[in-house]
């Protein structure tokens, strides 16, 4: 009874080069970011996945088209979606990251906390366990969720998972493995 899961963080936005934190704004793809899911979809041509979800926010729904298009159908499901940052969605990234691990239990002005992302990507992860079993599965989704997988799956805490983030190392992979019990 195991659900194999390959996350894939959406590409760079025309918000992230203007250092903006999105959270729930719908920011879209820039042309690097369409470039980045061009590429990635020919470094990751010879695996196969059953489904492909992605949160419904444009910049992961583009980047999931662009990246499956032609190889399996592209699910959009809100429970994938960045973080809502509330009165500091599309702020300054500044301004809004620091913020981020001040709000694991507490939420932002008007939004969410992380604890309220984790809720979310749990209920997600229980309807893949009841209907993906024996599958492999791709996501293509956000900071907020990939941390949330951290701590659900990996069994970190919220502050092992911003510690170990991989943009923090600027250590971006096409494709993180996870494994859902």
Not at 15 to 37: F, M, T, V, Y
Not at 45 to 55: E, I, N, Q, T, Y
Not at 124 to 135: E, M, T
Request: aromatic fraction near 10%.
């Amino acid at each position: 009874m195991v659900v194999a899961i390959t996350y894939f963080v959406h590409g760079t936005t025309t918000d992230n080069e203007r250092s903006l934190s999105s959270g729930w704004h719908d920011a879209g793809l820039s042309e690097l970011g369409i470039r980045q899911s061009i590429e990635l979809k020919k470094r990751i041509a010879g695996k196969k996945f059953d489904a492909v979800f992605c949160s419904d926010l444009q910049r992961a729904a583009d980047s999931a088209q662009l990246i499956f298009d032609g190889t399996v159908p592209v699910v959009k499901d809100a429970r994938l979606r960045e973080c809502n940052y509330g009165a500091y969605n599309g702020k300054p990234s500044a301004i809004v990251e620091p913020l981020q691990e001040r709000c694991i239990d507490r939420k932002f002005p008007e939004g969410e906390s992380y604890e309220d992302v984790k809720k979310r990507v749990a209920g997600f992860l229980d309807s893949l366990k009841k209907n993906y079993d024996g599958k492999r599965v791709a996501l293509v989704a956000h900071k907020a969720p990939q941390l949330a997988l951290d701590v659900l799956l990996r069994k970190k805490t919220w502050q092992q998972a911003f510690a170990g983030d991989w943009r923090k190392k600027k250590a971006w992979q096409p494709g993180w493995d996870y494994v859902l019990e």
